[in-house]
């Protein structure tokens, strides 16, 4: 009878082993079969059989038009109609006009010297202070034609989506000296009918000489504290047939030289003497590739070892090493179809913001990848 009872409990104990050895193996196979979803960088990843959106994903839908990663590691993400986003210590945080925003669309993101964030909105300016955010509406017309440089000031696009108001009066832009928003004309006034043709369109960039540039529809402004550059349609010798400016991205390279991207015509290069029409130069017109062109160019950046790449909408992402020129595309894993803005990160890596869909992309040295 003790001899019976002993083989029931020991086959108790096996069949309860292999059941416990059953179940071991299968959360084994489960879990190894999520991982690769997880390490695709996937917005959602599958935890206890529940999905959770990946905090490390923007949550914006409209497109990503302007990055800044501040001097205490913040990184922001202006969209084309949702506000901005703030990515700290790996969460997001969203503002909106709700919170101060003078505008839903952010343009443009810059640190002044003092750490306050400032944010160039397709209709006014706001500011970041680490606590709130605050429009500002305060503005100097007294001095219009006072043109001066100083190193810690920033510019801002006049306070209409496009155009100018009849304060402004004619297109130009604010300075900004810490204090006061004083605007500036362009010295060049617009012909009738043509009022929208110089206003900004890209962020201005201070080149290594310190001098200024602004993009607009209709030219590339430059200024070094005395004197202006105007590369426009008759310095170019752009007609109805070879088309039009329609700027929508300046670049100051390694080199000095000034790439200017539009949508429309393509790319020139101008280094401080003459300027050359470079997407003719590389037939990369529609009408030369029947596919894939070099001519809606909405964004210009130049990685560490000095290529410079230009993001298109509908064309993907180009790179140019000096010499020849790669198309990177969907089939490369760069999703988005319309690239507004390239950054570049304090560790020198690009970052792609796009729209079609919404997201920032880095290139691994072989393909894209989704980073935010």
Partial sequence: MTIKQNKKYQLTLISLFFVVLTYSCSNKRQTKEETPAVQAGNNVRFMNNRAEINAMRLKFTTGVRSILEDSNGNIWFGSDQEGVGLFHKGEFK??????????????????????????????????????????????????????????????????????????????????????????????????????????VTTPYIKSKNGNLWFGTYGAAIGYNGSDFVIIDNDYLGLNDETGFLHIRSIMEDSKGNLWIGNNGIGVFKYNGAKAIHFTRQQKLKKEDTNGNSLERIFAIGEDTLENIWFGTVESGVWRYDGKSLTNFTKEDGLESEHIWTIYKSKQGELWFGGANPCGVYVFNGRSFERKY
Avoid: A, C, M
């Avoid at 919170?99 to 343009?107: E, F, I, T």
């Avoid at 306050?116 to 605050?134: A, D, P």
């Fill in 94 to 199: 969203y503002f909106t006009v709700e919170n101060g925003l003078s505008d839903n669309q952010v343009r443009n993101i810059y640190e002044d010297e003092n750490g306050i964030i400032w944010f160039e909105g397709g209709k006014g300016i706001s500011s970041y202070n680490g606590l709130t955010i605050n429009p500002h509406k305060e503005r100097n017309y007294s001095l219009k034609d006072e043109w001066k440089l100083n190193d810690s000031d920033l510019w801002f696009k006049g306070d209409e989506t496009v155009g100018y108001n009849e304060l402004e009066g004619y297109p130009g832009v604010y300075q900004y000296n810490g204090q006061t928003f004083s605007y500036r004309t362009f010295p060049v006034k617009p012909k009738e009918g043509e009022q929208n043709y110089y206003s």
